[in-house]
């Protein structure tokens, strides 16, 4: 989700903010069936205005308990046990470079690189499977900044990948490759080898959309702030199975810096 | 706060409607045929399981029949890494051998602990390692294959500073991480030892495997100075019998027991459309030389099986405590 501050701010500015979001994965490679998960969130954020030129940097992780219906119950040996539930993980680093366009409105348009990465553990029975799906590209990002009253100002913001490396569970989820990366309890160079292997994707196999609205009560140092956000991707796989994620969220947090306009 | 962003979080997911007893048959025998791994190695005839068990299901039938008819058809791979899961129900295995836990009582932990142990032994990592003594021998029993696995190594060398062989204890090995063995048994060897070979499902087409994977243990460590005897049953399974062709292809190792399981490729899970779970495995391993031991299990260089008639006698370590100076 793009931090909205930006341009119309005459100092950098430092963003905190948390939340909840409901995310939701359908991954084919495990289920036909959508799992949601109620999420916590936070974001930190920085903005860095300029004469031409913005810059804003986000950082956004959620992660929460997820489900594809209620918990059932089975037994192993006459012991009963609950299904246990699966878990989702999402993380997004992304910076933004906006122009302001000439016109009417106050609107930039502006590229950024962009990193999300998200797990799912899926469980199932005694066992679960990791699966992950990890995106380095270019985004494009829109800002439009809606004039309110007084000291309240209304940022919405759109973004879409233009392109990204794309790296997503194989197959069969546990191949000889991945096992080979993961050996032992992997670490951190594991992360890298799972983002390592995937192909260069644009809107062919990968379609992705993020928007967002921010208010913000300009203070001279703190400024508090309430945002809504809203992510839908779909990514479908060589071996034709389809990924979807969904993400909708609401955050309250506050503004360090930058000064009213 | 959290019931109201559960129940926002399922609106936001949508509702799908409940899927009918054939189109969960459907999906199951599609999630086998599209990523199940050993078809060929266990002589399966998926299209004629098939046509044997779809017919004997109506659409609308219930909960009871459709497990009936999925079981039914799973039973015919016989394989421990096939498991079904549903509500209410009892976890089954398409193995007969853990589905019906034949011969399970040959292996007694009870008496291992009671008759053998010094001291009864010592449980580590969890409890997923039985570690200790028997009559001058060192013992080692991996319960599954995880990190316990590095114990091997301190056991070895336990054993060589006295001079005493090493057992170690396969028997009833629920699996787990194969390359934790392998990381742990880098340690026995200053060479590569080649293991086995897997190649994975990539592709939902039957017969579409990505290219054979040559496993080996790196040699990081040095041989092993003292006799080893492995033990296995038909309860080792999985990473188990990964571990099994691993030992075998080190110098002064014996294995002593039954077979193993014969359910070697890794496994995944999956969700069919009404909620239950399979596993299945999406692989086909062989050993160094090709040898297929899928549905047949690691066989013991030294064929030894419990009597029963004798309770307080466990053979199978009796013969490895003969082999290795106990």
Redesign the interface.
């Known amino acids: 989700v793009l931090l909205l501050a930006g341009a119309a701010l005459a100092a950098p500015s430092v963003d905190l903010a948390l939340g909840?979001r409901?995310?939701?994965r359908r991954d084919e490679a495990?289920?036909?069936?959508?799992y949601?998960?109620?999420a916590p969130s936070a974001r930190l954020g920085a903005s860095v205005p300029g004469d031409r030129w913005s810059h804003r940097l986000s950082l956004d992780l959620a992660m929460g308990s997820a489900r594809?219906?209620p918990a059932?119950?089975?037994?192993?040996d006459?012991e009963r046990r609950d299904?246990p539930p699966s878990s989702l993980v999402e993380v997004s680093l992304r910076e933004a470079t906006l122009h302001a366009v000439p016109g009417p409105l106050p609107l930039q348009l502006g590229l950024g690189p962009a990193l999300d990465v998200s797990t799912a553990t899926?469980a199932?029975?005694?066992?679960?499977?990791f699966t992950y799906f990890g995106t380095i590209g270019l985004d494009a990002a829109a800002r439009l900044e809606v004039p309110l009253p007084g000291p309240h100002r209304l940022d919405v913001q759109l973004g879409a990948p233009l392109a990204a490396w794309v790296a997503r569970s194989?197959?069969?989820?546990?191949?000889?490759?991945y096992?080979?990366t993961?050996?032992?309890?992997g670490g951190v160079g594991a992360v890298f080898g799972l983002l390592g292997r995937g192909r260069v994707e644009s809107w062919g196999t990968r379609q992705a959309v993020r928007a967002g609205a921010a208010w913000t009560w300009s203070r001279r140092v703190v400024s508090p702030t309430a945002s809504v956000d809203l992510a839908l991707e779909r990514q479908l796989a060589p071996?034709?199975g389809v990924l979807v994620r969904?993400a909708?969220g609401v955050s309250v947090g506050a503004r360090f810096g930058g000064s009213a306009t | 706060?959290?019931p109201v962003?559960?129940a926002?979080?399922?609106a936001?997911?949508?509702c799908?409607p409940e899927p009918t007893a054939l189109e969960v048959f459907d999906?199951a025998w599609g999630a086998f045929d599209a990523?199940y791994?050993p078809f060929d190695q266990r002589d399966i005839d998926w299209d004629a399981a098939r046509a044997t068990w779809r017919p004997t299901l109506a659409p609308a039938a219930g909960d009871d029949t459709l497990w009936d008819t999925l079981t039914g058809m799973l039973a015919e791979l016989d394989d421990g890494h096939v498991?079904l899961?549903?509500?209410?129900?009892?976890?089954w295995y398409a193995n007969a051998v853990y589905r019906e836990r034949i011969g399970d009582e040959r292996f007694d932990e009870d008496r291992l602990r009671a008759a053998y142990l010094d001291g009864g032994g010592e449980d580590l990592h969890d409890d997923t390692v039985l570690a200790g003594r028997i009559r001058g021998a060192e013992y080692v029993w991996l319960r599954v294959i995880g990190?316990g696995a590095l114990e091997l190594e301190a056991a070895r060398q336990r054993a060589e500073r006295r001079g005493a062989g090493l057992i170690v204890d396969l028997r009833h090995d629920g699996g787990g991480?194969?390359?934790?063995a392998?990381?742990a048994l880098s340690a026995w060897t200053d060479r590569d030892v080649p293991v086995f070979r897997?190649?994975?499902?990539?592709?939902?087409v039957r017969g579409t495997f990505?290219a054979w994977?040559d496993?080996a243990i790196p040699g990081e460590g040095a041989p092993v100075q003292v006799p080893v005897a492995v033990l296995t049953d038909r309860f080792t399974i999985s990473a188990g019998e990964r571990a099994t062709l691993m030992l075998r292809e080190l110098p002064g190792v014996t294995l002593i027991g039954e077979p193993t399981n014969g359910s070697i490729a890794?496994?995944?899970?999956?969700?069919l459309?009404n909620?239950w779970?399979v596993?299945l495995p999406?692989?086909e391993v062989e050993g160094p030389r090709g040898e297929v031991w899928e549905g047949l299990g690691v066989p013991p260089d030294l064929e030894v099986l419990d009597d029963l008639a004798t309770p307080e006698v466990d053979e199978v370590l009796e013969a490895a405590l003969a082999l290795v100076g106990g």
Do not use: C, K
């Not at chain 2, 991480?177 to 934790?180: A, E, Q, V």
């Open positions: 909840a409901a995310l939701t495990f289920s036909p069936r959508t949601v998960a109620p594809s219906g059932w119950s089975f037994t192993v006459g299904t899926f199932f029975g005694r066992g679960g499977v194989p197959y069969a989820l546990n191949d000889d490759r096992i080979d993961i050996a032992a309890g071996w034709g969904r909708a | 706060m959290r962003l559960s926002l979080a399922l936001f997911a949508g799908a999906a990523r791994g498991q899961y549903a509500p209410g129900r009892a976890h990190g991480d194969f390359t934790w392998r990381a897997s190649r994975t499902r990539s592709g939902p990505d994977t496993w890794t496994m995944i899970g999956q969700e459309p909620r779970y596993t999406v692989q």
